[in-house]
């Protein structure tokens, strides 16, 4: 095996830094706070959700650009069909007319002289 400052470096380092890892994980774990943790994490949903389909323009973006790789290409139609499904829910959202503006219009006063 061949020893380099690098190795020796990280594994001075390294080591005070696992031990103290490994102490607080013992510790937590003689203390019950890892059963607490578990107990007040949220359950995980009961039917995971299902991927989005491809969409018209994740193929289109995926097909123009020509470096990426398959799985790359696979990755983008992914990403796009989610913002699309996203979108198609925020839009889907309906406001009443009994929901305040969010904020209201007021025009600024010029800073030019109205000399006419």
């Known amino acids: 095996m061949k020893l380099s400052r690098r190795a020796v470096t990280r594994a001075v380092i390294g080591a005070p830094v696992m031990l103290f890892a490994a102490s607080v994980a013992r510790l937590e774990s003689l203390l019950g706070w890892k059963e607490a943790r ?7 949903s009961p039917a995971p959700e299902e991927a989005p389909a491809d969409s018209a323009l994740g193929r289109f973006l995926a097909r123009e650009e020509e470096e990426l790789s398959g799985e790359e290409r ?42 006419r």
């Open 38 to 44: 578990a107990a007040q994490a949220p359950a995980p």
């Open 74 to 115: 696979r990755r983008v139609r992914r990403q796009v069909a989610q913002l699309e499904q996203a979108l198609k829910e925020i839009r889907g959202f309906k406001v009443t007319n009994d929901v305040p503006p969010s904020g209201t219009f007021k025009a600024l006063r010029t800073r030019r002289p109205h000399d």
